[in-house]
């Protein structure tokens, strides 16, 4: 049985105090409920260390993560962060390949294929992003991106090092949009991604990836999709800043 994973992805908002405040009212909020979900934080990276040292103090067990890594070890590289800096920061996981890193950033395969293997060789946990167009969708292309996403990435790992993955399905047209893929489009893409893994790396693996689903969750649409059989937990933008949603979300992982 995969136990959920409910992980929020601030992207570039909340500053200091705001962010202090809030990861501190979510320790409460965990310490407070019997949660049948694992739950972790990706805020900026600069606040990473300071979200470890008071997730220890609190004995909470919610993970912090980075939302981006250097594809590089070390030297040279201007603004960089490297996956053994995120590591030594007491962040357990790191987002790859993002849409919005996709987009402005113009990571290519071999760019994500090259972060997933730093963190690996580092023992951070790849949450590896993917997701189709609007116009993929439209056009019924959508299968084949994804599978052409996953195929010169992360299906490049052996067994070993493809079972510490996480997978986040996010549809492109769903990121911020307020639209959301229906629970049946979320599950269908979520098999159809388990099957692939399965043909790939067999049904052990397959049967205990967790496969998240990301794309305007909020409390009003998170039990019909989250209680799809296929998804595995969901990556939440804007509905992880306010506790009160992001509290609601995990809540109805139960
Ligand atoms: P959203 O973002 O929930 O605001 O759509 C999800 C994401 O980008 O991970």
């Not at 992003?129 to 996953?150: A, K, M, P, Y």
């Not at 549809?171 to 399965?198: C, N, Y």
């Not at 967790?210 to 939440?236: C, F, H, M, T, W």
């Amino acid at each position: 049985m995969r136990k959920k994973l409910i992980a929020g992805n601030w992207k570039m908002n909340l500053e200091w105090n705001e962010a202090m405040t809030f990861f501190t009212n979510l320790i409460q909020f965990e310490k407070s409920n019997a949660l049948n979900a694992d739950l972790a934080v990706f805020p900026p990276s600069i606040y990473l260390r300071h979200f470890f040292e008071l997730a220890s103090d609190k004995e909470s067990s919610i993970g912090v993560g980075a939302q981006d890594c250097s594809a590089m070890n070390a030297g040279a590289y201007t603004g960089e962060i490297s996956a053994s800096m995120i590591r030594s920061l007491g962040s357990s996981y790191c987002l790859v390949g993002h849409s919005e890193r996709r987009e402005y950033h113009y990571e290519s395969n071999d760019v994500l294929s090259e972060k997933v293997e730093r963190l690996l060789e580092n023992g951070v946990t790849p949450v590896f992003c993917c997701g189709e167009s609007l116009e993929d969708r439209e056009s019924g292309n959508h299968t084949f991106v994804i599978d052409n996403q996953l195929d010169g990435t992360i299906f490049e790992l052996s067994e070993e090092q493809f079972s510490k993955v996480v997978i986040a399905y996010e549809p492109v047209w769903a990121i911020g949009t307020g639209k959301t893929a229906s629970p049946e489009q979320a599950q269908d893409m979520h098999a159809f991604i388990r099957e692939l893994i399965h043909s790939k790396y067999g049904a052990e693996i397959a049967n205990s990836i967790r496969i998240l689903y990301g794309g305007s969750i909020k409390p009003s649409n998170a039990n019909e999709l989250l209680s799809q059989p296929d998804v595995d937990g969901g990556l939440i933008g804007g509905a992880s800043l306010k506790v009160e949603d992001f509290g609601a979300i995990i809540y109805s992982c139960q």
